[in-house]
């Protein structure tokens, strides 16, 4: 007979050490700044691809809509907003040869995600076109990126008017914020802990374990818009030069979610390896008495 599987809590209990373990031979911090390098590559050109596939559906006019509002509910201590709405401008108006040209640096992210998932996989293991296996995984996501950016600009108009209110108003306007950007990053999270990292998780690992980190970085992503309403002079350390500071701190804002993100893979994946490995016979009685405190 098959043998009976192993129940979940004990298998939780035991993945925060897991993931220590696993960490003292990985640098999570320098694998994530290596996802980050390609992410600054493929940011604006994922974003005038997607852009432009929405003014399609919606029309231009619509999507420069999104950007203006965009630009409202923004804080406006850094500047934010004019750069967001510049940027889905760009992205409405760009024209098919600048569309195909931004399609490559675009799938760039998928590299760079299989890359990073495979040094804190099995073993750090190469593997012939890995680059290229990252970005065909990632052209899916890709495709439907302009739903989820619809998603997400089609609330900022109700975004704007919310944070122009009172504390119950910004409080409510920043429970939707946090609901709609988990929905919108844990689905693509999801499909590349399944299809994107090299040991394809299953389904269900994968969904759980991406909708979990997304709600982590979407809290992230909410401290950022909180860090975008801050007084500060970011050009301070760098000699008065505030674009050069404004663009340094974004980096290490991607940082951040970047290793959050690779954590909650790497949790996902030593959980899915522990609970098979304790459903095997004998590990299941080990798992229990190792768990047990």
Request: proline share 6%; charged share 10%; hydrophobic share 55%.
């Amino acid at each position: 007979p098959a043998p009976a599987s192993a129940p979940w809590r004990p298998v939780l209990r035991a993945t925060p050490a897991a993931v220590r373990e696993h960490l003292r031979h990985r640098d999570l911090a320098l694998t994530a700044g290596g996802l980050t390098f390609y992410a600054v590559l493929a940011a604006v050109p994922a974003v005038l691809v997607s852009g432009k596939l929405a003014s399609l559906a919606l029309g231009a006019d619509t999507v420069r809509a999104f950007g203006a509002a965009t630009d409202a509910a923004l804080p406006d201590a850094l500047g934010a907003g004019p750069v967001a709405r510049g940027l889905i401008d760009a992205a409405a108006s760009v024209g098919w040869i600048g569309f195909v040209a931004a399609v490559f640096p675009a799938s760039l992210y998928g590299e760079g995600l299989r890359r990073a998932y495979s040094v804190l996989g099995p073993g750090a293991h190469r593997e012939r076109f890995l680059g290229w296996r990252g970005r065909i995984g990632t052209l899916p996501v890709l495709g439907v990126a302009p739903a989820l950016l619809v998603a997400v600009l089609a609330i900022t108009p109700l975004l704007a008017e919310l944070m122009s209110g009172g504390i119950g108003s910004t409080a409510l306007g920043v429970y939707v914020a946090l609901n709609v950007d988990w929905i919108v990053v844990s689905i693509p999270l999801a499909w590349t802990f399944r299809i994107v990292a090299p040991d394809h998780l299953p389904w269900t690992a994968a969904i759980v374990g991406g909708f979990t980190t997304g709600a982590f970085i979407s809290g992230f992503l909410q401290g950022f818009v909180l860090f975008l309403a801050l007084p500060l002079d970011l050009g301070l350390p760098f000699g008065g030069l505030v674009a050069v500071g404004g663009a340094i701190a974004v980096v290490l804002w991607m940082w951040l979610l970047h290793a959050v993100m690779l954590l909650g893979y790497l949790a996902t994946r030593c959980a899915v390896h522990l609970h098979a490995s304790a459903s095997a016979g004998p590990g299941v009685a080990a798992l229990r008495g190792a768990t047990a405190t």
